[in-house]
């Protein structure tokens, strides 16, 4: 076997893999039978898997070490390709819809496939090729701007990741300052995250336009490939979660300044959530590692399989250091069959929140890595992140592992915060789509729009005179705005799942496991709303659902005695 260090990268020739790709499309097209367009449907997957494990080989080696001068040439040059390959399945996909044998490939493979590749057609023509070659190099400017951020802090220079522990410290005077610090990289470098972030939205306004569309919106809905629910849908979620959960995320925020013992709740108090201090795992990496491998091992004999294939093949980089860029991700590797999970452990709760929600997603594709076809190893955002959401819940059971005597202390932390995000992450969506509504609108508009939306979703918030924050900058440090257009509220309607798997784990565990499983081994092989049927999950649009599991949270979080802990 194969550890990721060994993993070979030899940098394509784009124009041969043009070339064998039309000869592999020419068999598919003269194909006589279901059998032969079969056999051309594999040769073609064969090399669109080849040439996605060069990508993530050469983005994970990027993001790790945004200093590898090597591999941050060759993330350049994948970003410059990627319109051209994106165009070859495209190609694919007109040959595939229009296939004398559809009615047979459809029974094979499915309606999502056929639905998938109409999306892609949609969102695609050689026209944008230039422009998505300039989309692309403006995103990773983005991430490699966040990443270079070398922060002044104690006498000490850390990264955005290491500074985020002194957010929690039990100091109030501590935790401002560290606010301040995080913040002042962005304030200083504002102008040019205005700048990516005007480029960006006028490229994607243009590319939109060029293919068709009023603008960026319902192209980036095709682009997410939301084939059963549309705009008037997310609106409707967003009004229900303005009526249903921001009053009662204010009262949670109202117990905490209480629990904290503060006359007023300031942005740099959100993040402590007791007295006492936050709760934090017991060891450093490697130890949380060792338990998360005891945890996977008793959870399910599939999980322990799966973890310890992760191990052997060290498929993940965790902690936070120079040069790395920020955040999480899972992504994964087919031709070594490999999931692979980025972290940036910092000693907080969080590092546990990363390795049970990355582990969500590398179990998921790992279930599914044998599906048969590229387009259904991973679902879509929104149906991915139940997977990783929900496993932060199915891992209750073994919390004791890492926090000891403050199990307590994180749990009722865990489903609180899981709460208090909805709002956040609806007034992210809510966001995108005025920006894109208004592509003309100047830098300064944008944080004006920001600011409204705190105050419609976060009304609890106060900045404390963080000209910065209190001006609508907040925003700027969501990677996802940048990087993933409308990629966001994927998370809050997969969180009203994940919940609803936390409930009924509490009831019957094993019963709501095995809807997990089955829901991890279906991959995207059926839509969002296809795939919460199979798993037994209420649609978060259908009307009450979200009232429902509220309720439920309210009441477990009523019944414990937070001044305690």
């Given at each position: 076997?194969?550890?990721?260090?060994?993993?070979?990268?030899?940098?394509?020739?784009?124009?041969?893999?043009?070339?064998?790709?039309?000869?592999?499309?020419a068999?598919?097209?003269?194909?006589?039978?279901?059998?032969?367009?079969n056999k051309?449907?594999?040769?073609?997957?064969?090399?669109?898997?080849?040439?996605?494990?060069?990508?993530n080989?050469?983005?994970?080696?990027?993001?790790?070490?945004?200093?590898?001068?090597?591999?941050q040439?060759?993330?350049d040059?994948f970003?410059d390709?990627d319109?051209?390959?994106?165009?070859?399945?495209?190609?694919?996909?007109?040959?595939?819809?229009?296939?004398?044998?559809?009615?047979?490939?459809?029974?094979?493979?499915?309606?999502?496939?056929?639905?998938?590749?109409?999306?892609?057609?949609?969102?695609?023509?050689?026209?944008?090729?230039?422009?998505?070659?300039?989309?692309?190099?403006f995103?990773?400017?983005?991430?490699?701007?966040?990443?270079?951020?070398?922060?002044?802090f104690?006498?000490?220079?850390?990264t955005l990741?290491?500074?985020?522990?002194?957010?929690?410290?039990?100091?109030?005077?501590?935790?401002?300052?560290?606010?301040?610090?995080?913040?002042?990289?962005?304030?200083?470098?504002?102008?040019?995250?205005?700048?990516?972030?005007d480029?960006?939205?006028?490229?994607?306004?243009?590319?939109?336009?060029?293919?068709?569309?009023?603008?960026?919106?319902?192209?980036?809905y095709?682009?997410?490939?939301?084939?059963?629910y549309?705009t008037?849908?997310v609106?409707?979620?967003?009004?229900?979660?303005?009526?249903?959960?921001?009053?009662?995320?204010s009262?949670?925020?109202?117990?905490?300044?209480?629990?904290?013992?503060?006359?007023?709740l300031?942005?740099?108090?959100?993040?402590?959530?007791f007295?006492?201090?936050?709760?934090?795992?017991?060891g450093?990496?490697q130890?949380?590692?060792?338990n998360?491998?005891?945890?996977?091992?008793?959870?399910?004999?599939?999980?322990?399989?799966?973890?310890?294939?992760?191990?052997?093949?060290?498929?993940?980089?965790?902690?936070?250091?120079?040069?790395?860029?920020?955040?999480?991700?899972?992504?994964?590797?087919?031709?070594?069959?490999?999931p692979?999970?980025?972290?940036?452990?910092?000693g907080?709760?969080?590092?546990?929140d990363?390795?049970?929600h990355?582990?969500?997603?590398?179990?998921?594709?790992?279930?599914s890595?044998?599906?048969?076809?590229?387009?259904?190893?991973?679902?879509?955002?929104?149906?991915?992140?139940?997977?990783?959401?929900?496993?932060?819940?199915?891992?209750?059971?073994?919390?004791?592992?890492?926090?000891?005597?403050?199990?307590?202390?994180?749990?009722?932390?865990?489903?609180?915060?899981?709460?208090?995000?909805?709002?956040?992450?609806?007034?992210?969506?809510?966001?995108?789509?005025?920006?894109?509504?208004?592509?003309?609108?100047?830098?300064?508009?944008?944080?004006?729009?920001?600011?409204?939306?705190?105050e419609?979703?976060?009304?609890?918030?106060?900045?404390?005179?963080?000209s910065?924050?209190?001006?609508?900058?907040?925003?700027?440090?969501?990677?996802?705005?940048?990087?993933?257009?409308?990629?966001?509220?994927?998370?809050?309607?997969?969180?009203?799942?994940?919940?609803?798997?936390?409930?009924?784990?509490?009831?019957?565990?094993?019963?709501?496991?095995?809807?997990?499983?089955?829901?991890?081994k279906?991959?995207?092989?059926?839509?969002?709303?296809?795939?919460?049927?199979?798993?037994?999950l209420?649609?978060?649009?259908?009307?009450?659902?979200?009232?429902?599991?509220?309720q439920t949270?309210?009441?477990?979080?009523?019944?414990?005695?937070?001044?305690?802990?």
């Open positions: 076997m194969k550890t990721f260090e060994k993993f070979v990268y030899v940098r394509p020739d784009i124009k041969k893999e043009q070339e064998l790709f039309y000869k592999f499309l068999n598919f097209r003269k194909a006589s039978s279901v059998s032969e367009a051309a449907i594999e040769k073609i997957n064969e090399q669109r898997n080849r040439l996605s494990s060069l990508f080989i050469v983005y994970i080696r990027s993001s790790i070490d945004t200093n590898d001068e090597f591999y040439k060759e993330r040059f970003d390709i319109p051209e390959i994106t165009a070859l399945h495209t190609a694919f996909y007109k040959e595939l819809i229009k296939s004398p044998f559809r009615l047979e490939l459809e029974k094979k493979w499915g309606k999502q496939l056929f639905d998938i590749a109409d999306y892609t057609i949609k969102a695609f023509s050689e026209e944008v090729i230039q422009l998505l070659k300039e989309e692309n190099k995103t990773s400017a983005y991430a490699k701007l966040v990443a270079s951020a070398q922060v002044e104690q006498g000490k220079v850390y990741a290491q500074l985020s522990p002194f957010a929690q410290d039990q100091d109030r005077e501590t935790r401002k300052k560290a606010i301040q610090a995080s913040t002042g990289f962005f304030e200083k470098h504002q102008g040019e995250f205005d700048d990516l972030y480029k960006l939205v006028k490229i994607r306004h243009k590319i939109a336009t060029t293919l068709g569309y009023k603008n960026f919106i319902e192209l980036g095709i682009r997410m490939l939301r084939v059963d549309d008037t849908m609106e409707k979620f967003r009004k229900q979660v303005r009526e249903v959960i921001v009053p009662l995320v009262k949670l925020y109202e117990k905490q300044k209480k629990r904290i013992g503060v006359n007023t300031k942005f740099h108090d959100e993040n402590f959530k007295k006492s201090g936050n709760a934090k795992p017991k450093d990496p130890w949380i590692i060792e998360g491998k005891k945890m996977y091992e008793e959870l399910s004999r599939e999980t322990k399989d799966f973890f310890q294939y992760m191990l052997d093949r060290n498929l993940m980089d965790l902690e936070a250091k120079k040069g790395k860029e920020a955040g999480g991700y899972c992504t994964f590797v087919e031709d070594y069959q490999a692979f999970i980025f972290a940036n452990f910092n907080t709760s969080g590092d546990v990363v390795l049970t990355e582990a969500g997603h590398a179990f998921q594709v790992y279930s890595r044998n599906i048969g076809i590229p387009e259904y190893i991973w679902p879509t955002y929104e149906s991915a992140e139940i997977h990783s959401m929900s496993m932060e819940f199915f891992t209750w059971p073994w919390m004791e592992l890492f926090f000891k005597e403050e199990t307590d202390k994180y749990k009722y932390t865990h489903l609180a915060d899981g709460l208090q995000f909805i709002p956040y992450g609806v007034a992210v969506d809510e966001f995108q789509h005025q920006v894109y509504e208004n592509p003309e609108w100047t830098p300064t508009d944008r944080k004006k729009a920001w600011k409204k939306l705190e419609i979703y976060l009304p609890h918030r106060e900045y404390d005179n963080n910065y924050l209190a001006a609508g900058g907040f925003w700027q440090r969501q990677g996802h705005i940048y990087e993933v257009p409308f990629y966001y509220i994927d998370y809050t309607l997969a969180q009203i799942c994940a919940f609803q798997f936390w409930k009924r784990s509490l009831e019957n565990y094993q019963e709501a496991w095995e809807d997990y499983l089955k829901l991890c279906l991959g995207g092989s059926k839509s969002f709303l296809g795939l919460l049927e199979s798993a037994n209420q649609s978060p649009f259908k009307e009450g659902t979200i009232e429902a599991v509220v949270i309210e009441e477990w979080l009523d019944q414990v005695d937070d001044t305690s802990l």
